[in-house]
């Protein structure tokens, strides 16, 4: 008998414990936070997660009470998180602009604004197999040859993954090498990963030797590269009419079916979703994230260049506060 | 009887009802996946190619394994069970590690030794075979996290087998590896079988560690959470509901083999 009243009130005190533990942490939330009245929630692409970091860290040094809850995954997972998981957030940013048009407008979301560019770059270690040898005339024999490894994200799970395979089209007409694409494509399959930060790990150990990559990323981790020309490196708006000649099929909205993706300058999109819990607050970070002097000048460091104002099909539909930072689409020329 | 003294005491009532709950928090879940699935989707789902190879891939490499590492951890947990060593107790914690990290943690780790810049890597690449991105990289992730169940299992096996009968054979003359082949072995076969039934579960469970060494080819897990990340729940569903429904299949299948012997798990 003395044994289990020693046993339940060990188990009571152990309750009480965490009792205590839990009330206090809800205190301090609350006291701080007001229960959650100031905390901003943003989902974005991954290869966004070192400026994002930044821009965040800055904006609340201005915004003391504010606290920033990130979320990095794959442009795609982003916006199933919404859509699909009813998960709420306040800010949504997104390596590719399609990917909230076609997902979240207009359930989800009402308006998209265009505010980064970025370009397809590969990136290698120093010791990475032909390192002295590779430049950007002879990296596509050097990724064929048979001791070398690369790797390129999921076409269907990451906008980098399908840009990767546009470009590798691209380089076939470019450098005019019949079936340069369809060798590289077919070569080390087996080392295509959901995001593309999530190669960077596999080019650290020595498993690869160069991955398909986006400058920024190659930049804020210091990472050797390789600079693709510009008719295939997907950053410049005038060579929009050549990317447009390449295409390449994701998945689309169930197993079994595509989507044909064309090529075109890399875009990076942001929205609010509808449900945002703190659209005020929302709206102040966006502010915040598309001025030059501030969000602009993070992503600069970063190596990505801020393209705002740009055009955007939604112009009617953004916030009051927002419209300086996009222009309306002209008659008849879209994007 | 034993039903009737339930009903007598009030505490065993209370005992039952949390019990109850504890059930409930197991099966509901997988109730409502079971029931959110539609049959049609389910079909669907079957005649998928990719989620066909994929439950196959992830059925052998995980039987594989197990198989494996079973000539070398059997015999180990024998001499666990009945020999005394220096840092004993030091040996069964490191068993019990793979327990305890985190399982992204120990894709990591595998990294370090089965990359192509390793030894082992630079090896197993002379010899036509790598790990990362193949299914020998599949079989090591599973194992690593898997083989505390085999070990303890079969340890707690060889502990319940009456050493006066291995004695007995030894002072007939029988040599030590023929006592272990038939004396020992046998009659520890049920907790044998029941560590190698979880060691293979646990296996095909895995999604951390196999998602870091090898996202492809896909094993069910990882392709569970890549048809989630590119269709969305109403896709993934399915196939978790196909994958669940065999595992538990052959689960419940083998269980029923080692029935009949209090199963030594931990």
């Known amino acids: ?335 | 009887m034993r039903r009737s003294a339930f009903r007598t005491e009030p505490l065993y009532l209370v005992f039952a009802a949390l019990g109850g709950l504890v059930l409930l928090f197991i099966i509901a879940p997988l109730m409502s996946m079971f029931v959110n699935c539609s049959l049609p989707e389910l079909a669907e789902t079957l005649r998928d190619n990719e989620v066909r190879s994929s439950i196959w891939l992830t059925l052998w490499t995980s039987m594989a394994a197990t198989v494996i590492f079973a000539i070398a951890a059997i015999p180990f947990s024998y001499l666990l069970a009945r020999k005394d060593f220096p840092l004993k107790g030091l040996v069964t914690g490191i068993i019990d590690l793979p327990i305890v990290i985190p399982h992204s943690a120990a894709g990591i780790a595998l990294f370090g030794v089965l990359s192509r810049s390793t030894l082992l890597g630079r090896a197993a690449e002379k010899m036509g075979f790598g790990f990362v991105g193949t299914s020998f990289g599949i079989m090591a992730a599973m194992a690593f996290v898997s083989i505390p169940y085999l070990v303890n299992a079969a340890r707690d096996g060889f502990l319940a087998v009456d050493e006066r009968l291995e004695k007995a054979a030894l002072n007939l003359g029988a040599g030590p590896l023929r006592v272990f082949l038939t004396i020992s072995v046998p009659l520890a076969w049920r907790p044998i079988l029941s560590g190698l039934i979880l060691m293979w579960a646990r296996g095909m469970s895995e999604f951390g560690a196999v998602l870091i060494i090898a996202y492809r080819p896909m094993i069910t897990p990882v392709l569970i959470y890549e048809r989630f990340g590119a269709f969305g729940l109403k896709y993934a569903r399915p196939v978790a509901v196909l994958f669940v429904s065999v595992c538990l299949v052959f689960f419940i299948m083998l269980r029923l083999l080692a029935k009949g012997e209090k199963v030594a798990e931990r």
């Open chain 1, 1 to 335: 008998m003395n044994r289990i009243v020693k046993a339940i009130s060990i188990f009571l005190v152990l309750i009480f414990l965490v009792a205590v533990a839990a009330n206090r942490q809800f205190r301090i939330q609350d006291s701080k936070f007001k229960a959650g009245a100031n905390e901003l929630v943003i989902f974005h692409a991954g290869s966004l997660a070192v400026p994002f970091k930044q821009i965040c860290e800055e904006f609340s040094a201005l915004n003391a009470d504010v606290r920033i809850v990130r979320e990095a995954a794959g442009s795609r997972m982003c916006a199933r998180k919404i859509a699909d998981l009813n998960r709420r957030c306040d800010v949504i940013a997104s390596a590719d602009y399609t990917v909230i048009d076609t997902l979240l407008i207009p359930e989800y979301a009402e308006w998209n604004i265009k505010f980064a560019s970025n370009e397809m770059v590969i990136v290698f270690r120093r010791d990475s197999r032909r390192a002295n040898h590779i430049n950007k005339n002879n990296w596509y024999d050097i990724l064929l040859e048979n001791d070398v490894a690369f790797g390129r994200s999921d076409p269907n799970a990451d906008p980098c993954g399908y840009r990767a395979v546009l470009t590798v089209i691209l380089a076939e007409k470019f450098y005019n090498r019949r079936g340069l694409a369809e060798n590289i494509l077919a070569k080390d399959r087996r080392y295509i990963r959901p995001k593309e930060v999530d190669l960077l790990a596999l080019l650290e150990v020595g498993e690869l030797d160069y991955i398909f990559i986006y400058r920024s990323v190659a930049e804020q981790h210091k990472l050797r590269m390789i600079l693709l020309p510009d008719q295939i490196n997907l950053k410049k708006a005038e060579f929009a009419d050549f990317y447009k000649t390449a295409h390449v099929n994701v998945t689309g909205k169930k197993p079994g079916t595509f989507i044909t993706k064309t090529g075109e300058p890399i875009v990076y999109g942001v929205t609010i979703p509808k449900n945002a819990p703190n659209h005020e607050l929302a709206l102040k970070f966006l502010t915040f994230l598309l001025d030059a002097d501030k969000g602009g000048a993070i992503l600069k460091r970063n190596g990505q260049t801020l393209m705002v104002p740009s055009t955007t099909d939604s112009f009617d539909r953004l916030p009051e506060c927002l419209t300086k930072y996009a222009l309306p689409v002209q008659q008849g020329g879209k994007g």
